[in-house]
């Protein structure tokens, strides 16, 4: 997993998991807690992603809150859109363009 931009927005790639939860989730707090506004994740490098690392975004998208930010996911790649669409969670998540739910290909 690598993560590389700064505390407006921040590109993820390689694998979100539990292996790489804990580094992630430590490069995302600081970027939510030294930044204002909207934090944008660029997820068009991400291979895929874990439940654990799934937490580990929902974990900054509630710090994000707390520190009157917005967590914004852009490039969700549609395997991890139909997670998000099946765990209800792009009710939740502000995603960049929206997900229709309706156009994923069923797996």
């Known amino acids: 997993m690598h993560i590389r931009g700064d505390h407006a927005e921040l590109v993820v790639g390689g694998r979100l998991d539990v292996r790489s939860a804990a580094d992630a989730r430590t490069v995302l707090h600081a970027a939510v807690d030294s930044g204002r506004g909207d934090l ?3 997820l068009t490098e991400l291979d895929s992603w874990d439940a654990t690392g799934l937490g580990v975004i929902m974990g900054a998208h509630r710090r994000a809150g707390r520190n009157n930010r917005r967590l914004v996911l852009r490039g969700v790649p549609p395997q991890m859109q139909r ?9 939740i998540l502000a995603i960049e363009g929206g997900i229709e739910a309706e156009s994923l290909p069923r797996v």
């Open 40 to 42: 944008v994740l660029d």
């Open 83 to 91: 997670l998000l669409v099946a765990t209800r969670l792009h009710r």
